[in-house]
């Protein structure tokens, strides 16, 4: 097993791209503690599935747009699983509409979800893997930071914060083996998509080279590839499973 005996944070990780992380890194032999926000049935479920694969397991519901809250999240992670050897940062929510309409809660909201939680969440586990000069830290962009995308201008803008945060980081980290990735995937088959037109999805999958979505299943081994000894020469790197939809 690739990750036996780690232990892995991951935001987001009950269902979507950050369950399908959840459920293949504990099949690999980590521990896993993962958060949620109202999320209960999908959270429940995963974590029997990881405890019945033999890892110890914490489910939280939380939500990680305060700060306060992304440092309880490590604290209790830290105490039911032990210090975290892999954070996945993939928590995250989209707004679907026109520029002219986004309203401030809603980016706020956006950026504190996806970028602020990153930051200090990263931070809180960033202290423990100095601790001993070990760690990886994934975390999930989107190829719209390449391709832009109309209709979510604020989803592009924490994105591609994170996109940038990554490389910054990840020239101070390695210093002390602490490697620091992205993966950027295309569009996955996710809740996220839940109220998006049918029209608006077809027409992006049209634009797909694959004609399809990808299954979250099939962005977890990327993951798994950067949490593992397999990753061991990846540094500020941008791995973008999507169907051939954006080449960089």
């Known amino acids: ?3 036996k005996n780690k232990n892995a944070i991951i935001t987001g990780g009950s269902r979507g791209i950050g369950g399908a992380i959840s ?3 504990a099949k690999e032999g980590a521990n896993i503690s993962f958060c949620h926000l109202d999320d209960e049935k999908n959270a429940i479920n995963m974590k029997k599935n990881i405890e019945s694969l033999g890892s110890k397991c914490l489910s939280l519901n939380l939500d990680i747009s305060s700060k ?4 309880l999240f490590v604290s209790k992670s830290i105490n039911e699983i032990g210090s975290p050897d892999i954070l996945v940062n993939n928590a995250g929510i989209i707004y679907v509409r026109p520029f002219e309409k986004a309203t401030e809660e809603e980016f706020d909201k956006t950026i504190n979800v996806h970028l602020k939680s990153t930051f200090f969440i990263t931070q809180n586990c960033y202290k423990e893997m ?4 070990s760690g990886k830290i994934i975390n999930i962009s989107s190829q719209l ?3 832009g995308g ?3 201008t604020d989803y592009c803008a924490a994105k591609g ?5 990554t490389r910054a980081l990840s020239l101070e980290a390695v210093n002390n083996n602490i490697h620091v990735n992205t993966i950027a995937p295309g569009v996955a088959q996710t809740n996220l998509l839940d109220g998006i037109d049918q029209k608006v999805l077809d027409d992006a999958k049209s634009i797909i080279p694959m004609k399809r979505f990808a299954d979250p299943e099939e962005i977890a081994p990327t993951a798994l590839l950067l949490a593992s000894d397999d990753g061991s ?3 500020g790197a941008t791995l973008s499973p999507n169907g051939g939809e954006v080449m960089v």
Do not use: T
């Open 145 to 147: 930071v390449f391709s």
């Open 23 to 25: 459920k293949l890194f």
């Open 233 to 235: 020469f990846y540094c």
């Open 130 to 133: 100095l601790k001993k000069k």
């Open 150 to 152: 109309p209709n979510r």
């Open 1 to 3: 097993m690739k990750l």
């Open 161 to 165: 914060g994170i996109f940038a945060f």
């Open 68 to 71: 306060e809250n992304c440092d």
